[in-house]
């Protein structure tokens, strides 16, 4: 039996990398891990993320449209950075500071070696189910893993939402869309099924 008391929000891929064309300095040659959170593109080709109101880019960055930021605002209660994506009609890349420990044990997260130009891991693989170091996510909180999942051709961490939020969330019925179980310390799941 298991008992979630947070979710990982999930979205399409919207065919588009976040980091095309980046300057040198942006993200490390050497395992492709942001070196440079304020960089924001030009412009994007969002073709794809126009059938959606959020969506990962190929290189795993989060892209919102301003009615999902608003409503994630208003009902988190928190105030989330969002910079607007330039003549992308209306797209946000939304900086989630607040963050939470992953529990890479529990979830037998696998790390790459170090990186011989950052000297970060080259690759973090094992995010969900995700397990969580905490005893629990405010039920409308909104928070990022301390670890970035991915590899060369992008990281990102996760988006973790609390239970309220993600009822909310899925109320709205916005297209693309969906959630996976993330498992606080005192939650309980079922060992074997961790792959």
Known sequence: MTNA??????GPDIKTYYFDGA???????GCGSCLDRSYSPATLDL??????DFGNTQ???PLFSKPFVDMINDLSGQR?????????????????????EF???????????????????KWIAGATPAFLICNQIPPNGIFRTDLEFGGQNGRAPLLILGK?????????RFPGIYFDDAYCAGDKYKADKVH
Do not use: M, W
């Open 5 to 10: 008391s947070a979710y990982v929000l999930g």
């Open 23 to 29: 300057p040198d300095g942006t993200v490390c040659p």
């Open 47 to 52: 073709k794809e993320a126009r059938r959606y």
């Open 59 to 61: 290189d795993l960055q």
């Open 80 to 100: 989330l950075a969002a910079n607007a994506i330039q003549g992308s009609r209306g797209y946000f890349h939304l900086v989630v500071t607040e963050t939470v």
């Open 103 to 121: 529990d890479a044990q529990r979830r037998k997260t696998k790390f790459g070696p170090p990186c011989d130009v950052c000297g970060r891991v």
């Open 164 to 172: 309220e939020l993600k009822e909310k969330i899925e109320s709205r």
